[in-house]
C-alpha cells in the first residue's frame, strides 16, 4: 500500500456516536445520568485533543430523533445536561475559537434551549479553530425528510425546476450544507450500527468501531482511531480517492 502524506493521514472531519455513557454508568454502579454528565465533560476535552490533533471538523451525535422514546425521567436529565452544556459552550467557543452549530430539527426543543443554541450559534459563527458540530434532535432520515420538503415546496411554489435538483444541491439542503462529509467515523462502545447518524454524509466515510465506553474515550483512544485511519486506502468507487 502506497504511504500517504502527512497531510492525508489526518481526517479532515471526524463524526462521533458517543456511545456506551449508561454502560459506562452501570459498570460503576452510578445512576445512568452520572454517565452521561460525564460524557458531556469528555467531549470538551475531545473537541481540544481533536484540533490539536489537526482536525478541523468534529461532528458529535448528542441525541438522536429516537432517543425521545427512552424514559421521561432520561430524556428530561438529558435535555438538561445538553441545555448546560449549550450555555457553558459560549465560554469554551471564545477559550479555543471553536464555532459551534446544531444539526438537527431543533424546533421541538424547549425554547430555552432554542434561545441557547442560537445564542452560540451567532456567538461563535466567525471563530475559525475547530468547526463542531453537535447532533441534537437529529435523525438522518428526519434531515432528508425536511430538506425534501423544503424542495418540494420551491417545486411548487418558487419555480425551482426539478431538472436543477443533482446530489450537489440535495447537500445543499441537508444541516451540513457548507461543511464536507465525515472522513472518519468513530462509534464507542462495541455496537456496530450507524442508528440514524448522517445517512446521506456517510456515503463514503471509513468507520471506526471500539470497545470503549463513550466517558473513557480519550486522546489516545482518539489517537488509534487516527492511526487506523491513516493506514485505511481510501477508494471510490473502485479507484484510489
Ligand atoms: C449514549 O449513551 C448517549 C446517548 C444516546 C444520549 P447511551 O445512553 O446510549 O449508553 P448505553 O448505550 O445505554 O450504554
Ligand atoms: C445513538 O446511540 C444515538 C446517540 C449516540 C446520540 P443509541 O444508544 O441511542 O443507539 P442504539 O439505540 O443503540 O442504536
Ligand atoms: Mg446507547
Redesign the pocket.
Known amino acids: 500500500m502506497a504511504k500517504k502524506d502527512e497531510k492525508n493521514s489526518i481526517p479532515q472531519h471526524v463524526a462521533i456516536i458517543?456511545?456506551?455513557?449508561?454502560?459506562?454508568a452501570k459498570k460503576r454502579f452510578l445512576p445512568?445520568a452520572m454517565?452521561?454528565s460525564a460524557?458531556a465533560r469528555n467531549v470538551e476535552t475531545i473537541c481540544e485533543d481533536a484540533w490539536n490533533l489537526g482536525i478541523k471538523y468534529l461532528t458529535v451525535y448528542?441525541?438522536?430523533t429516537e432517543?425521545w422514546t427512552r424514559s421521561d425521567d432520561e430524556v428530561s436529565a438529558?435535555m438538561k445536561l445538553l441545555k448546560q452544556y449549550m450555555e457553558g459552550c459560549i465560554e469554551k467557543s471564545r477559550k479555543n475559537n471553536m464555532r459551534v452549530r446544531v444539526i438537527g430539527d431543533i424546533s421541538r426543543l424547549s425554547k430555552d434551549m432554542q434561545d441557547a443554541i442560537r445564542r452560540l450559534e451567532d456567538f461563535s459563527k466567525d471563530f475559525d479553530g475547530l468547526q463542531f458540530q453537535v447532533a441534537l434532535n437529529y435523525g438522518g432520515r428526519d434531515e432528508i425528510v425536511r430538506a425534501v420538503k423544503g424542495i418540494a415546496r420551491d417545486v411548487e411554489s418558487n419555480g425551482l425546476d426539478p431538472e436543477k435538483i443533482d446530489e450537489a444541491f440535495i447537500s445543499s439542503r441537508l444541516d451540513t450544507s457548507d461543511i464536507p462529509d465525515p472522513d472518519l467515523l468513530i462509534r464507542t462502545?462495541g455496537e456496530l450500527r450507524i442508528s440514524n447518524f448522517m445517512l446521506w454524509q456517510l456515503a463514503y466515510t471509513e468507520m471506526y468501531f471500539t470497545d470503549v465506553?463513550?466517558p473513557d474515550f480519550d486522546k489516545e483512544e482518539l489517537k488509534k482511531a487516527i492511526e487506523y485511519y491513516g493506514g485505511r486506502e481510501r477508494r471510490y468507487g473502485g479507484r484510489k480517492a
Open positions: 458517543m456511545d456506551g455513557n449508561g454502560r459506562w445512568r454517565g452521561h460524557g448528542a441525541f438522536s432517543n438529558l462502545s465506553y463513550w
